[in-house]
Antibody, heavy 118, light 112 residues
Framework: EVQLVESGGGLVQPGGSLRLSCAAS????????MSWVRQAPGKGLEWVSV???????YYADSVRGRFTISRDSSKNTVYLRMNSLRGEDTAVYFCANINISWNTFDYWGRGTLVTVSS | QSALTQPASVSGSPGQSITISCTAT?????????VSWYQQHPGKAPRLMIYEGTKRPSGVSNRFSVSKSGNTASLTISGLQAEDEADYFCCSYEAGSTFVWVFGGGTKLTVL
């Protein structure tokens, strides 16, 4: 059974930094495409970033240059380093596996809440 | 990069059928073989309901189906049940100079 468990969310001041973690079981983060998707309170879903099995990374325009996705194969964990945080980054951040054949998100974690506020 | 437009809300009574549209707003036609649909109950993670335009993952009821017309994909839920009340999002994968996933704004389904 695939499980994705996010952690690391919390309250941070504007301009601050935070690192989210996504611990995976039932799949290998280094063999799969792993992604972060966020959802602002009461809003829709927004794709944030992806790391491919080969290590290539992509970002949404709204976070490029501020966020960095990475992984640790030994811990089977994916990370999202978030710098220069803004109020509009406030959201629940979901970790999701991308089905390589379907190019869509087939497994999701429960999410971790990030609140950017002074 | 296309944007996807969905109605904010739809409603229906138990046993009825409802349709949720997802329309690409750019002049480029979305590749609907790369459109997926998600169901999300309050406070829960999204659940994949449809992939590659019309296909259902294992465990998803055949009450969920998708049709396409022009620049619009439509999710139909037949035989509405109380448990279908949720938010529904369409999503398009676009591979070009970069690879991105674009979500529609979401539709709140109310079962009356």
């Amino acid at each position: 059974e695939v499980q994705l468990v996010e952690s690391g969310g919390g309250l941070v001041q504007p301009g601050g930094s935070l690192r989210l973690s996504c611990a995976a079981s039932g799949l290998s983060v280094s063999s799969n495409y792993m992604s972060w998707v966020r959802q602002a309170p009461g809003k829709g879903l927004e794709w944030v970033s992806v790391i491919y099995s080969g290590g290539t990374t992509y970002y949404a325009d709204s976070v490029r240059g501020r966020f960095t996705i990475s992984r640790d194969s030994s811990k089977n964990t994916v990370y999202l380093r978030m710098n220069s945080l803004r109020g509009e980054d406030t959201a629940v951040y979901f970790c999701a596996n991308i089905n390589i054949s379907w190019n869509t998100f087939d497994y999701w974690g429960r999410g971790t809440l990030v609140t950017v506020s002074s | 990069q296309s944007a996807l437009t969905q109605p904010a809300s739809v409603s229906g009574s138990p046993g009825q059928s409802i349709t949720i549209s997802c329309t690409a707003t750019s002049s480029d036609v979305v590749n609907y073989n790369l459109v997926s649909w998600y169901q999300q109950h309050p406070g829960k993670a999204p659940r994949l309901m449809i992939y590659e335009g019309t296909k259902r993952p294992s465990g998803v009821s055949n009450r969920f189906s998708v049709s396409k017309s022009g620049n619009t994909a439509s999710l139909t839920i037949s035989g509405l049940q109380a448990e279908d009340e949720a938010d529904y999002f369409c999503c398009s994968y676009e591979a070009g100079s970069t690879f991105v996933w674009v979500f529609g704004g979401g539709t709140k389904l109310t079962v009356l």
